[in-house]
């Protein structure tokens, strides 16, 4: 079974950066389409980004974050990043990473934005930007 850990969520002033981490164990990490997840208060949970499996050269985004946020992956090191830049009051929320089984292009083969094709999810960090 695939684990998957969130961190480095926390307080951040408008226009802040900050970067999240997801720290897998278990199995392997290559084998997995790794997507960050949002639940904002008062709204459903929404699809914030996709990085394919492998070498994770294939990435998507939500149109609302495109250009502020970058999805990477380190499979040596078993852990997926979303750095988070210019950040909104409306990025506030608790953020968690999901784990499917998919090659590089899993991300544009697939609807990644549904959370119903993950097998795996992390337990969330909570980002909260405000001045």
């Known amino acids: 079974q695939l684990r998957l850990v969130e961190s480095g969520g926390g307080l951040v002033q408008p226009g802040g950066s900050l970067r999240l981490s997801c720290a897998a164990s278990?199995?392997?990490?290559?084998?997995?389409?790794i997507s960050w997840f949002r639940r904002v208060p008062g709204k459903e949970r929404e699809g914030v980004s996709c990085?394919?499996?492998?070498?994770?050269?294939?990435?998507k985004s939500a149109d609302s974050v495109k250009g502020r946020f970058t999805v990477s992956r380190d499979n040596a090191k078993s852990t997926v990043y979303l750095q988070m830049s210019d950040l909104k009051p409306e990025d506030t929320g608790v953020y968690y990473c999901?784990?499917?089984?998919?090659?590089?292009?899993?991300?544009?083969?697939?609807?990644?934005?549904?959370?119903?094709?993950?097998?795996?999810w992390g337990q969330g960090t909570p980002v909260t930007v405000s001045a």
């Open positions: 990085i394919g499996g492998g070498d994770g050269d294939k990435t």
């Open positions: 999901a784990a499917a089984r998919g090659s590089s292009g899993y991300c544009h083969g697939f609807p990644w934005e549904k959370g119903a094709l993950y097998d795996y």
């Open positions: 278990g199995r392997t990490l290559d084998d997995y389409a």
